[in-house]
């Protein structure tokens, strides 16, 4: 057997609520796609369904595109789709697009229910230009309404993380992510832990003061990012 022959992972990991919805955004990213792009592939159901229709346009226009993904899961997307991937560390993205679980009416956003937030951030940070793609149902007044915030912890300051957190923000609920088909917590790609709060609210400063706790490496919370908000 050739290695080109071996099957890739194009299943996505869950159920896709709201299908319809997701897949006109992903044409909508998808006709954005210009020959030679470097493009920052963001995470969960949505970006998923977006690399799968940039492959297809890219295929059938001749588009030369290379993607930095970020996650293991759309990694794996991009390698069964036949689209080349680089990093951060090789190069810039010329633009991104990400799905988000939250969105104010200032474009800030709550991320990271797949809980690759820290690579989010880092591929938003970098690029010049970053398209967010959501459905109704993502749209909120105020951060927090429907979702917790997502803090990425290393593990030896779990506890220190959890105290500090709870002592210093009002705090409606707090829950170490676990994993579903290993035992134990939710290991993200660089091998931190998630917890996950949920505060009685989200203000200007709640992003600034979270990331000042030593122990937290990043947050879901996406502030004042100049983002545009693609809505099927
Ligand atoms: O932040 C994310 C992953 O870390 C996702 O972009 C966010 O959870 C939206 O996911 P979906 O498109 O499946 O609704």
């Known amino acids: 057997m050739e290695w080109s022959d071996v099957p890739g992972h194009l299943d996505w990991s869950g159920e896709i609520t709201n299908l319809e919805p997701k897949l006109k955004v992903a044409e909508l990213v998808a006709e954005r796609v210009r020959d030679g792009d470097t493009i920052g592939v963001g995470s969960g159901s949505t970006a998923f369904l977006a690399i799968q229709a940039i492959a297809k346009r890219a295929k059938e226009k ?3 595109v ?12 991009c390698a069964a789709l036949g689209v080349p991937t680089t990093s951060l560390v090789h190069a810039r993205p010329d633009w991104c697009f990400d799905g988000a679980d939250e969105v104010d009416p200032d474009r800030n956003l ?16 970098a690029a010049p230009e970053t ?10 007044t105020s951060l927090g309404q429907k979702h917790a915030i997502p803090l990425e ?3 030896q300051a779990l506890r220190l ?16 992510r676990l994993a579903k088909g290993k035992d ?3 290991l993200t790609e660089r091998g931190n832990l998630l917890i996950d709060i ?5 203000e200007s400063d709640t992003q600034a003061r979270l990331i000042a706790i030593p122990g937290i490496v990043e947050t879901g919370l996406f502030m004042g990012f100049d983002v545009t908000i693609l809505k099927a």
């Open 62 to 64: 001749r588009l030369e």
């Open 66 to 77: 290379v993607a930095i993904p970020t996650s293991v899961e759309v990694g794996l997307a």
């Open 110 to 125: 709550i991320k990271g229910r797949g809980g690759a937030l820290f690579q989010e951030k880092l591929v938003m940070a």
């Open 131 to 140: 398209f967010i793609c959501v459905d109704d149902s993502k749209m909120v």
């Open 153 to 155: 912890v290393d593990v």
């Open 161 to 176: 993380v959890e105290s500090t957190v709870e002592r210093e923000f009002p705090v409606k609920e707090m829950a170490l």
């Open 184 to 186: 134990g917590p939710v």
């Open 198 to 202: 949920r505060l009685e609210s989200v």
